[in-house]
């Protein structure tokens, strides 16, 4: 069988060189194609128009969720019966199907089915997680996980400033949060405040429309520019106890979480290179330039095979990182070198893709420019190239460089 032949039954085709996609079960393939159909025919058409506007598509959301997509019944078993949860290697790929479409899809998406479920999962007891994580599987329960604030991004472990008094059976919180994308339509806010009493860190379920509450649309943004973040005060809010994550009661436990999801932004990352790959590929197998096809030179197909390599080895790191968390494996060094390794790629990429659409990559028509510019949020976000190339030196050298 060709390469020609043997892509066009698969789902990644030609990026995903080594057919990563055949550790999916035939299950799991049927799952993303009915999301890969949507993207196609429902999502890539509105996406440059609403990313030059600065806003989102909210008539996706609806019909993106009714996908049933975060634990599909045929992966996970019959409603009431014994259920498996979906694999996750299922759910790289289901990020990574979202990102090489869009990253504010997948940003808005793993909002709720990586950053807020995993708050949940981590940071709930028992009784909470029985009571709250049907909700959140089936979004009937939208939250947003609200952690960064104004003044402290990479140094929040010491930097948090919003504070949490106790009242008998009622939590005050005050300060403010930012980047918190998703807010506006969000039921909750998983807000994290530092407890005046014990100065440890603690976790609230925020009603989005509780007094005091005010969020604010973040303007001028020139990455993400369908995804509405905001800019979130809290003044003198009211939380009662119950809905205090109770398994959270230290940083410890936010980097509890945060190793969890460092994974996700990996194959976000990767998503968004094979994208950019995929769009530039399209355009020089049909550009003609001086009489030939643009990718008949030399020049392109040696950044066309840079590109390549850089996908292929994301999708590497990625698949082995979530083959390891399958397995109870979970150290802040794993996930820290995936998401550095595959920002970094998915930078080279984007731009490589560029600069071989020429001109026209700097217009939204063929989608590079889009995943160009996202790229810059994405190799910021959930841990910059610094905090996480130091994570992986002290795991190194058994010495910490982080300074207060």
């Not at 029985?130 to 140094?155: C, N, R, Y």
Request: charged share 25%.
């Amino acid at each position: 069988m060709s390469v020609e032949t043997e892509n066009q039954t698969r789902l990644y085709g030609v990026c995903d060189y080594y057919d990563a996609e055949s550790l999916l079960t035939a299950d799991e393939r049927r799952v993303l194609g009915r999301l890969r159909a949507f993207l196609d025919e429902k999502a890539r058409p509105l996406l440059a128009d609403y990313w030059e506007r600065g806003e989102f598509p909210y008539e996706l959301a609806g019909p993106l969720i009714g996908l049933d997509l975060m634990e599909p019944a045929e992966l996970t078993g019959a409603p009431g019966a014994a259920q498996t949860p979906a694999r996750g290697i299922y759910q790289g790929f289901r990020i990574f199907e979202l990102a090489r479409t869009d990253a504010s899809l997948a940003t808005f998406y793993t909002a709720q089915a990586g950053l807020f479920r995993t708050a949940i999962r981590v940071g709930a007891s028992a009784e909470q997680q029985a009571q709250w994580m049907p909700k959140v599987i089936d979004f009937s329960l939208k939250g947003v996980f609200s952690l960064t604030e104004p003044e402290s991004g990479s140094d929040i472990a010491g930097g948090l400033s919003t504070t949490a008094r106790r009242e008998g059976d009622t939590w005050i919180l005050d300060g403010a949060k930012r980047w918190i994308g998703g807010a506006a339509t969000a039921d909750v806010l998983a807000v994290f405040a530092r407890d005046v009493a014990d100065g440890q860190v603690k976790a609230f379920l925020v009603e989005r429309e509780a007094p005091g509450v005010t969020l604010e649309k973040i303007h001028g943004k020139t990455a993400l520019r369908m995804m509405q973040n905001a800019h979130i005060t809290l003044d003198g809010v009211r939380v009662p106890e119950s809905m205090r994550l109770h398994n959270v009661n230290s940083f410890r436990d936010v980097a509890a979480m945060l190793k969890a999801m460092r994974s996700d932004v990996a194959w976000i990352a990767t998503g968004i290179a094979a994208g950019a790959f995929e769009a530039a590929l399209r355009y020089v197998t049909q550009r003609r330039q001086f009489g030939r096809q643009l990718g008949s030179f030399q020049l392109v197909q040696e950044k066309l095979a840079r590109m390549l390599g850089n996908v292929t080895a994301s999708l590497s790191l990625v698949v082995r990182l979530t083959e390891q968390q399958a397995k109870g494996i979970y150290r802040d060094q794993d996930s820290a070198l995936a998401k550095m390794q595959t920002s970094l790629m998915m930078r080279e990429t984007v731009a490589l893709a560029r600069e071989v659409v020429g001109g026209n990559g700097i217009t939204l028509e063929t989608d590079v420019a889009r995943f160009h510019a996202d790229a810059e949020a994405v190799y910021s976000y959930e841990g910059t190239h610094e905090i996480n190339a130091l994570i992986i030196g002290r795991a190194l050298t058994g010495e910490s460089a982080f300074t207060r």
